[in-house]
């Protein structure tokens, strides 16, 4: 029998990022919304932050649209980069929402790039 010891626990390093990291990135410095294809939908994401989590990457974002349509709510969104399908800057910009706190304890030692307030 084998017991668990920390180093079991230690999180799995990153897989090579995405070739549309870029594209993230960009829209995260110029603060402009992203348009993709999730869940075979059509989102517009105002994305605040792009980090690690158990090996995969993830973008933070505030849904803008989903099928051209604004959500009842705002709220932040954790969308897997990998399963963002199409993506592109858009022309439209957008402001820090008041919602995200980049200083979160499931940010620490794991954020690639967030948005500047």
Do not use: C, W
Request: aromatic share 8%; no cysteine.
């Amino acid at each position: 029998m084998k017991l668990n010891t920390d180093e079991d626990r230690v999180a799995a390093p990153p897989s090579l990022p995405p070739a549309t990291m870029p594209v993230v990135f960009e829209a995260i410095v110029k603060q402009q919304a992203l348009a993709a294809t999730y869940n075979r939908g059509e989102v517009t994401l105002a994305p605040h932050i792009v980090y690690t989590k158990h090996g995969e990457f993830y973008l933070d974002a505030v849904t803008l649209e989903r099928d051209g349509k604004p959500p009842r709510e705002p709220k932040i969104g954790a969308f897997k980069i990998s399963g963002l399908g199409g993506m592109r800057v858009t022309p439209r910009r957008f402001a820090p929402s008041e919602l995200f706190n980049p200083k979160e304890e499931r940010y620490e030692g794991v954020t690639l790039l967030t948005i500047e307030g």
